[in-house]
């Protein structure tokens, strides 16, 4: 079936750098991914929508300047933490589809734990 | 605004027991809805898709309802294992977007 790679699956950072996060789709071509994050007990909530070759849309009250993403090709997108604070502490999970509504396939995850 | 509920929040049941886990959602535009299984630390594992023109779909021990009408969908699973024990998670997909909204999952221990 269809893998998608997510890595790293954990990080630690100091607080004020940057950190990336990627994913990748293995056997398939990805034509949209999406980024979400999870706090502890709390649903998955989707941060953005990137399309290959487009800009990423973003959802309300995600900051588009602080989460960076990049999604240049069909296989892989990035989400760039920049100027990370303890408050962006969180699990982050990309997931990757193909064409429109064909099935969405998740990464692993990333825990990135900001001290 | 679409929300989802999962009910209960947390649910510990000893092996072989049948067991239901409920979800409901406001806005019963849908195209589709999933269950997910969650483990620590982990990505999501897809376990059940039903379409909405669909009522419910199977795989296994495991049997998913669909009540787009009332808002609400169960997942059953039957004869639980040990290794069962997840957090699952419910979610739509909103028609006329990519979006998914998901609910905050019922974390299930099956004691051996």
């Known amino acids: 079936g269809a893998v998608v790679s997510q890595h790293p699956s954990w990080v630690i950072c100091k607080s004020g750098t940057s950190v990336k996060i990627e994913c990748r789709s293995l056997?398939?071509?990805?034509?949209?991914m999406f980024w979400y994050r999870q706090f502890p007990k709390q649903s998955l909530m989707l941060m953005a929508t990137?399309?290959?070759?487009?800009?990423?849309?973003?959802e309300q009250g995600v900051e588009k300047d602080k989460f960076l993403i990049n999604h240049a090709s069909l296989t892989l997108s990035t989400l760039t933490v920049t100027s990370a604070h303890p408050e962006d502490s969180s699990f982050y999970i990309c997931?990757?589809?193909?064409?429109?509504?064909?099935?969405?396939?998740f990464g692993n995850g990333t825990r990135l734990t900001v001290t | 605004k679409q929300e989802v509920t999962q009910i209960p929040a947390a649910l510990s049941v000893p092996e072989g027991e049948n067991l239901v886990l409920n979800c409901s959602f406001t806005?019963?535009?849908?195209?589709?809805l999933q269950w997910f299984r969650q483990d620590p630390g982990k990505g999501l594992t897809s376990l059940l898709l039903?379409?909405?023109?669909?009522r419910e779909q199977t795989s296994g021990r495991l049997n998913a309802s669909l009540d787009k009408s009332s808002g609400r969908s169960t997942l059953y699973i039957a004869a639980s294992q040990p290794g069962d024990s997840a957090t699952y998670l419910c979610?739509?997909?909103?028609?006329?977007?990519?979006?998914?909204?998901f609910g905050k999952g019922t974390k299930l221990t099956v004691n051996p």
């Open positions: 039903i379409q909405s023109s669909q």
């Open positions: 056997d398939f071509q990805a034509t949209t």
């Open positions: 806005d019963s535009a849908i195209y589709n």
């Open positions: 997931s990757a589809r193909g064409v429109q509504n064909s099935p969405l396939h």
């Open positions: 990137s399309n290959e070759g487009s800009k990423a849309t973003y």
């Open positions: 979610a739509v997909h909103i028609r006329g977007s990519e979006k998914l909204v």
